[in-house]
């Protein structure tokens, strides 16, 4: 909660950004991974089966096939694998691989949805529910991604994503990733000043009522305002107060809610940040957490993991790939560093 309390008060007072960067307005590519220019499907297939079929398992040619070419093309290997041989190459590759080197392949042969879709389901899956990776997914993606995800969760495991998230979650955790699951939150770029005034003041008369009503308050402005128009409102509750809500909170929000409640606010304010953030903590300590490591690094590979890496340097002062080398090794760090690309 203290560090709850240190963030809202850092955005409130830091006038550089003005929350602009929720709503970034580039057209530009800030992906690590690219297509290849000289690409052929049955070429590609046919070197990792041969990969797959030597001895001991040529892992180079693998890493040099799969990471250095765009999810849409490791699609059209899939199928000239599967033409060619008669096989899933997924399957191949499962039997052939072990460990987290073959968590990342097999991660980087699904879809975007697919994968986004499988973290979920793991996340809710045996005992216990990772609320982390929940928040994590429902909490960064856009409108369009979480209808892809609830799509192809009902078509890969014929269930409805919301149906298990309020069978494992509840309380106002649940109440938050519901209505995240619903897709509809705002997504204009374009700022309401009158309402970024409105709504802060809302969170801020809330905050000196009853706890609940702030709970139900900040839900429902987290999850329908757009990340630019957060910016804002955050902004403006920084001028009505210090840090009244934060201390609001303080006895109430805990443990996964905060950290929902957190993951909306920071990726609206600068989400390449939030995810740096997170392989940091990954990282950090004794042990690495390598699941966070590699949905992180492959999901975003195509979207934005160029200014995480940018992120990451300007936070900690030193590069992503240097700690990914610190903390793996073996194929699992090849294939990480080969998807942060050479920058």
Not at 216 to 223: G, N, P
Request: glycine residues 6%; negative net charge.
């Amino acid at each position: 909660m203290a560090f709850f309390k240190k963030f809202l008060q850092k955005i409130s007072n830091d006038d550089s950004s003005k929350g602009s960067k929720g709503a970034p307005t580039e057209t530009a590519y800030f992906g690590t991974v690219k297509a290849d220019p000289n690409f052929n499907a049955e070429n590609d297939a046919a070197k990792l089966k041969k990969a797959i079929e030597t001895k001991g398992v040529d892992e180079a040619t693998i890493v040099e096939v799969l990471a250095k070419r765009s999810n849409a093309q490791r699609q059209r290997v899939k199928a000239a694998y599967q033409q060619s041989t008669g096989k899933p190459l997924a399957d191949a590759l499962k039997n052939a691989l072990k460990s987290d080197f073959e968590e990342v392949v097999l991660a980087l042969l699904m879809t975007p949805p697919e994968y986004d879709a499988f973290e979920m389901k793991r996340a809710m899956k045996g005992l216990g529910t990772s609320e982390a990776v929940l928040t994590e997914i429902l909490g960064t993606r856009s409108n369009k991604e979480i209808t892809a995800l609830k799509n192809t969760f009902k078509e890969v495991y014929g269930e409805m994503l919301e149906e298990d998230i309020t069978c494992e979650v509840k309380g106002h955790l649940e109440t938050t990733l519901v209505a995240l699951c619903k897709a509809t939150r705002s997504e204009d770029r374009n700022i309401d000043d009158g309402v970024a005034k409105s709504d802060a003041k809302a969170l801020f008369e809330a905050g000196e009522n009853r706890i609940g009503t702030v709970c139900s308050v900040l839900i429902d402005i987290l999850t329908n305002r757009s990340e630019a128009q957060l910016g804002k409102i955050l902004q403006y509750y920084g001028q009505l107060s210090k840090d009244g809500l934060a201390k609001d909170l303080e006895g109430e929000l805990h443990g996964s809610f905060e950290d929902c409640l957190m993951t909306l606010v920071k990726s609206a304010w600068n989400k390449p940040a939030y995810f740096a953030e997170k392989l940091q903590l990954a990282m950090k300590g004794l042990g690495t957490n390598t699941d966070t490591l590699t949905r992180i690094i492959v999901s975003r590979s195509e979207i934005d993991l160029l200014k995480i890496i940018q992120e990451y340097k300007r936070m900690y002062g030193k590069t992503l790939q240097e700690d990914i080398m610190k903390e793996t090794s073996g194929d699992y760090e090849k294939i990480l560093l080969a998807l942060c690309g050479t920058q």
